[in-house]
């Protein structure tokens, strides 16, 4: 079942037994798994599962508790998160982070100007930032206050900041949540369009639908453990995911 | 506008430059303690207005600066341009060594703990037998007013001209997204913590050149004035009136209230303190983000500018 192809694609990220405490809540329990390079990963489970702690632990705005975490083989135990932004760990806040006094388009130019790209001057940087947010089809609101925007649109500009950062590895918290069905629609393309660009992507989704066509592979989460781990098909029915995660999802 | 902007600011240099000669000794004292205070306004502008970090405390920068260039010239008989530079250093390693742990701490905490850096390094030198214990120094007198003014004027050129390029370089930026929300600047590649002892460090260095220029014009120090609590309130309220985290506002705020404070103590000596506090309370209330802001959007909102602003202050 597992494995198949395992050995003949690299792997860009893997999480060695890795586990998160807060005092005596276990966040993330033992948590192993290998993201291969370019693949879509989907990362479901009931609320406070442990998905954005595992994200916090990977972009290093938490550190482990216990375990490994490895980025091209190389630990990253111990790096400030700019530093794995640098790398090209590149992240969006489930709970927005918007620059709030900033326009539009400078909240995107942060992430260009200090991304994994080598230093840009402020006038490309702009032009890279402007790049972005017509590709999440917020072109038009770029001289906007970032804090005049609505909700779906705070969403897509999570997604340039994270972009303009060109992540090789992007790790994506509920960006679709709250948004329509053409909205999802509209934003799983995008992701499509993300990886063809060669970029490797671990989704947080609660969305089914979405989930099920984005991902190539899928892990579950309950109560901070792995307790699944494959297709979308395979994974989705499994009896202790249903049990675990669909019966108790939200909505 | 922008270029109309500069030119008249390149005017306005070259107008206080000519002051000395043409104008009163007193009005050159009074233009040399302004112009410090410009300097200091600007450099509270780069931790507190670009960065975020409200200090307290940046009177501890003026004080050691003031300490450096002291002990520098009576101690060991240095110029006083190498005073200057022994009285920076000082005060730029003194903000990368505290500024590590304290800008660990956000909002109030920062702010309070800042507050306390003056008082304690106030204690530490009143025992120092090097700097005079709480008897203070006494350097050597030069009648140079026109000197120390030309210089003031350098210095708070000179900070304008670094606040302007934070304005627009990259390094800037990062201190700005610090100050929006600094988890998210980090996850983006922002090196925060650097970047933030960068701007206390850089903050020190202009407070502490204005120290060491008042310490040689004044020709006496002593803990008390030199660590003088009151200089952080009045610089932060000089930065904030004009405008915190713009260019030139700190300049123009500190100007503005410097004239203010010195004609209110000059008319009505006894109420002038309170007097003033009543202005800056209005001037809070009514232009929260600064006359810079304020002259900008005033013409074209009118009255419903102060009305916009005391609805934002919610009170
Ligand atoms: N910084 C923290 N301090 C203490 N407890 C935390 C912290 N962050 C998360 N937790 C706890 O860890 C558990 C996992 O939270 P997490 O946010 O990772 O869940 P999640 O799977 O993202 O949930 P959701 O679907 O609601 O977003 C929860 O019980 C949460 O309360
Ligand atoms: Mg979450």
Known sequence: ?251 | MRALVWVLAAAAVAALAIVPFTLSPVMVQFGISMLLFAVLAQGWNIIGGFTGYASFGNSVFFGLGTYGTAVAMVQFHLSFALGLVIGAAVAVAFAVLIGLPVLRLRGHYFAITTLALSEAVAAIISNLDIAGRNQGLILPLIRGDTMFYELSLGLMVLATLTVLWLARSRFGFGLIAIREREDAAEVMGIPTTRYKVMAFALAALFSALAGGIQAYYLTFIDPASAFDLSLNVRMIIMAVFGGAGTVLGPVIGAFLLSGVSEVLASYITGVASLFFGLVIIAAVLFTPKGVIDAARRLPRRGLAYFLDAVRETRL
Do not use: C
Request: neutral net charge; aromatic residues 4%.
């Open chain 1, 1 to 251: 079942m597992s494995g198949r192809d395992a050995g003949e694609r690299t792997v860009l990220f893997e999480a060695r037994h890795v586990t998160r405490r807060f005092g005596g809540l276990v966040a993330v329990s033992d948590v192993s798994y290998r993201h291969n390079q370019g693949e879509i990963l989907g990362l479901i489970g009931p609320n406070g599962a442990g998905k954005t702690t595992l994200i916090n632990l990977i972009s290093g705005t938490l550190e482990p508790t216990g375990g490994e975490l490895l980025f091209e083989g190389r630990p990253l135990k111990g790096m400030a998160p700019y530093r794995r932004a640098h790398l090209g760990i590149g992240r969006t806040f489930q709970l927005m982070k918007p620059f709030p006094g900033l326009s539009v388009l400078d909240n995107v130019t942060a992430g260009a100007l200090f991304g994994r790209q080598p230093e840009l001057a402020m006038a490309k940087a702009r032009d890279l930032a402007a790049h972005w947010l017509e590709f999440v089809g917020l072109g038009e609101k770029a001289s906007q206050p970032a804090d005049a925007l609505g909700g779906p649109d705070r969403k897509r500009l999570e997604l340039a900041k994270a972009l303009a950062l060109q992540p090789r590895l992007l790790l994506l918290d509920e960006v679709m949540a709250g948004l329509n069905a053409v909205e999802i629609d509209e934003v799983v393309a995008l992701i499509q369009r993300i990886r063809d660009g060669g970029t490797t992507i671990l989704v947080i989704e609660h969305v089914v639908k979405a989930i099920r066509k984005l991902s190539d592979r899928l892990l579950v989460l309950q109560y901070g453990q792995l307790i699944a781990e494959g297709t979308a098909e395979s994974v989705l029915e499994d009896p202790a995911v249903i049990e675990a995660y669909l019966g108790r999802r939200r909505g």
